[in-house]
């Protein structure tokens, strides 16, 4: 029905507030990333405004109260990740969460639930935060003593609130992916599922 254009290399997007959000990553073009999200009005499906974030935006989700989350990944070395929020009534960066370099994240009943990898120190940390109070719940998701090497995905199911992450171990073997329930405590683990494991579609 209509076609419309938005950045270099969009990345992510969601719909919320009857406008889409594209994260326009400029990830072909290394190290010209871009660093702008798309607002696309849906009604005329025309691109209305462009939003400046940070460097090679990436993932982009919503939460109940219409504010846009998005993880602009920086350059993997000596610009780190970023994390942002959006308010879709004003299309304007309302927060930007200096100390939770997010790569990686999704949202859930109003819960993010948030990863950092770094790639020059091979470490990660795993947490969950309130979309609603803008706080972090807990700095340490994964309560047992399960380890990952290398987070490479989260997903959430969408009915009973199981917790999928994907491990990437090295890249070059055959990762894993791990169920934990919402409480942290690993529920079962695939092995050698396949090379790079990078999405969790969930049957409801």
């Excluded at 702008?36 to 990436?58: C, H, Q, R, W, Y």
Aim: hydrophobic share 35%; proline share 4%; charged share 20%.
């Amino acid at each position: 029905e209509a076609i419309t254009t938005v950045g270099r290399n969009p990345d992510g997007i969601t719909a919320v507030n009857g406008k889409l959000y594209v994260s326009n990553s400029g990830g072909l073009d290394i190290p010209n990333y871009d660093n702008t999200v798309s607002v696309v009005d849906l009604a005329s499906f025309k691109e209305i405004k462009k939003i400046t974030v940070g460097m090679n935006p990436f993932r982009l989700q919503s939460d109940s109260q219409g504010d846009v989350y998005v993880v602009s990944r920086g350059n993997n070395s000596t610009i780190k990740s970023t994390w942002s929020r959006i308010s879709s009534q004003t299309d304007e960066v309302v927060q930007i969460f200096d100390n939770l370099p997010v790569v990686n994240f999704t949202i859930h009943n109003d819960t993010a639930y948030l990863y950092n990898f770094d790639y020059v120190k091979s470490t990660y940390w795993i947490k969950t935060f309130d979309c609603r109070t803008e706080q972090l719940i807990s700095d340490n998701f994964i309560t047992d003593s399960t380890m990952l090497e290398s987070p490479f995905s989260i997903t959430v199911h969408p009915t009973n609130g199981n917790v999928y992450l994907t491990d990437a171990k090295n890249y070059t073997v055959k990762g894993d992916l791990l169920c934990f329930s919402r409480k942290g405590k690993l529920l079962y683990k695939i092995a050698s599922i396949g090379l790079n494991p990078n999405s969790v579609t969930p049957n409801p």
